[in-house]
């Protein structure tokens, strides 16, 4: 049987501290909007699941709908201008 004591070094060479990295953080920030739209969609949705939709939950679904739709929008033209360097 191989011991892989030998190997653990390498394994270990970079320990986990826990904490994200600042290009982690960076990146959390950029997609916030996102995440925040897609959570309001989520509790509106949540919120129709034990009762019938009315016409007030359906506007409220369609509204953070949008919202999600213009968030990704968002970032993937923010995305688009990252990597070109600029307005095209």
């Not at 011991?3 to 959390?28: C, H, K, M, R, Y």
């Not at 409220?60 to 929008?73: C, G, P």
């Amino acid at each position: 049987m191989k011991s892989i004591a030998a190997l653990q070094a390498v394994v270990t060479a970079n320990p986990f501290d826990g904490e994200p990295s600042d290009a982690e953080l960076d990146a959390i920030e950029w997609e916030m909007p996102l995440v925040l739209a897609e959570v309001e969609l989520l509790d509106v949705v949540i919120k129709t699941l034990d009762r019938p939709v009315t016409k007030l939950d359906e506007r409220r679904i369609r509204r953070a709908r949008r919202r999600v739709v213009a968030a990704r929008r968002d970032l993937t033209n923010r995305a688009g201008l990252a990597q070109s360097g600029g307005a095209a």
